[in-house]
Every structure is written in structure tokens, then in C-alpha cells.
């Protein structure tokens, strides 16, 4: 259930202004309750320490907030410079993926400097996630379009971190996940380009040729010398599904890398929300409601809970547009009914879950 809010234009004389974590100071009032691991780590109009600042930025639960300052004249400038940042976030993921197109091309030498093409790969992706909650927003704004192999691959490694991050791995496992994550559709680049972008229909001979992209990922990556063996077995495995029905080993369970089961959900994430030559993407919450059917029976529902139940935290507070033309802005998401949110249409609010003839088609900046 939602609990009663109330409208707030102006309290105690201060207005809302969201602020980056690396921008707040001690003493600030928090604007808006924080959750960290189910407790309240800042209470809303309480104080902001420096405790609580040190444990934000070790995490990637926030990347803003939301804070009251005395005034407004700031807060278009401060929505202007997000935009900014997404678009400037969008270009250095360009950038990436024809870096990946590029280090692709050239893997097959396949000598011991390999690896270290892969390190810096995953160095700059894990530099970019200072901006963690704009991050996501453009990879859900953009998606990776009909580029399902390069800026995909991005994307991909980018969610499969971050998941990764959530879910405690270390920091060695969460290099060697960034690693298997980048390369983990390397196999497509072998495949028949007639049928890597078909427009109709696959036949089912020219699915198979599909299915066999983890191994030949995986044949070749294992050779790069030095390589973790599990950055292989999560390429390998990354189609895998947990009642074995994936391919192209038909595993279950406990049988699929850890590594696999998590870029599965990334995969998903980003293949769904993408628009490609023979489908339309579905819109944001749907994406996450699909992730959290397939959780019952094909991922592994304890990473795709941790992917959930963080990740929706970024779409709270965001801009939608609703199927009749009205822009609303995304108040709280009920986990157990991800697609109907409660919405605030200028001082009125939309409950979803009451409104069902109305529906969300994007977010919007």
C-alpha cells in the first residue's frame, strides 16, 4: 500500500533542490527518506552527516538527492546540468562502443596484451558509475538501439557492475564480471550478418546459428592467456535460464556460473528496453515487470530481488509520459506492482493501480 503523502511547494520557507552525493556538505536538510539495506539511513528534514555522505558515496544505492535549500534560483540550472550530463554520458558511451567494435575486431590475434585491452575497457566503464542514477537513465532512455552487439555490450557491462556491486562481490569478481560482460556477446560478431540483423522472423535452422554464439565467445576468449577461467564461463553461460530451458548447454540452477546469471538480467534489461530491426522496446516499468516474471522460474530470483529492488530507486523522482499526453512525474513504485506507480500531474496525483486505462510510454527528460 502507499502511504498518504501530502504536497509540499514550500517547506518551512526552503524549496526542494536535487544535488549530486559528491556536491552535499554536512548539515544539509535531506528532502526525501533514504533507504539503505531496509533501514533508514537519513530521515527526511533531518540533518545530513558526514557518516551518512561517506556511506552514500561507498555505495551505489543514490548517486542525488534531494535536499531544501532557501531559495529557487538555482534549481533550473541544476535541471539544466542534468541534461547536460546525460547527453555528455551518452556521447562517452558512443565513444565506448566503437572502442569495442574496434577491440573486437582486432581479439583474434589473441596474445597476452588481450587482457589488458579488457582491463582498460572495464577501468573506463567503472569510471563512468561516479554518476550512477544518470547512468542508468540513459542506458533506460536510449537503450542500445539496433546495435545489439557493441553499444549492447556496453550496456550490458555497465548493469552487470553495478548488479554486482549490489549483490556485495568482491572487488577481483567484480573486475573479472566487467570483463565476461563486455565480451560476452563476442560470438555474434562470427555470425552471418543476413541473419544477426534479419529484419522477420528467424527460421529454425538460423536460430540455431544464434544459439551457438556463447560457445564460439567462449572458444575464443578462453585462449587470451592470463584470463580468470570464469570470465569464459560467464560468456559461455550467459543464456542459460535456471529450469534449463536456455542454451546451449541446457544447465539448471547451480549449474550456471554465478557471472552468467547475472548478465542474463542484464542482458534482458537492455535487449527489451532496446528498439531492434524486428521489435519495438517495451517501456521502462514493463522491462522491469518482465524481469521479475522471468525471475519465478528462468533467472535466478535472488539477483534479479537485489536488481529490482534497488533499481527501481532510479526511477522514483523521474518525468513519464502517459498514453494521453500528460507528463507526470514517478512519486512511488510498489514492488509488487511494478508497471502501476503512484504519479504527481502538477498537484494532482494519478494512482495507476486505479487508473487502468492509463499507462506509461517513456520516461522524458
Known sequence: MYEKLSIEGNVMGKYRKILR??????????????????K??????????????????????????????????????????????????????????????????????????????????????????????????????????????????????????VLGKWSGLSKTDLNLLTYSAVLHDFGKTKIDKNILDKPGSLTLKEFDVIKQ???????????IKFLNKSVSFGILMHHEKCDGSGYPLGLKGDKIHQFGKIIAIADMFDAVNSDRIHKKSKNPLEVLELIQKESLVKLDYEYCNIFLSHVINYYIGENVLLNNGLKCKIIQIDINNIGRPLLLNGTSFIDLKKQQNLYIKRLII
Open 21 to 38: 552525493i559528491n556536491d552535499l556538505k554536512v548539515g544539509m536538510i535531506c528532502a526525501k527518506e533514504l533507504m539503505s539495506e531496509g
Open 213 to 223: 554464439h556463447p560457445i564460439t565467445g567462449y572458444n575464443y576468449i578462453k585462449q
Open 40 to 161: 533508514i539511513l537519513i530521515g527526511k528534514g533531518m540533518p545530513i552527516t558526514e557518516w551518512a555522505i561517506n556511506k552514500l558515496k561507498d555505495n551505489y544505492f543514490y548517486n542525488e538527492i534531494e535536499i531544501y535549500c532557501e531559495d529557487n534560483n538555482d534549481i533550473d540550472n541544476n535541471h539544466d546540468k542534468k541534461i547536460e550530463t546525460i547527453e555528455q554520458i551518452k556521447r562517452n558511451f558512443d565513444e565506448l562502443s566503437g572502442d569495442v567494435q574496434d577491440f573486437f575486431e582486432n581479439l583474434e590475434c589473441l596474445h597476452s596484451s588481450s587482457i589488458e585491452e579488457v582491463r582498460k575497457f572495464a577501468v573506463r566503464i567503472q569510471q563512468e558509475l561516479k554518476y550512477t542514477n544518470l547512468i542508468i537513465k540513459n542506458i533506460v532512455l536510449y537503450g542500445s538501439g539496433n546495435d545489439a552487439i557493441y553499444k549492447h555490450s556496453v550496456n550490458v557491462a555497465t548493469l552487470s557492475y
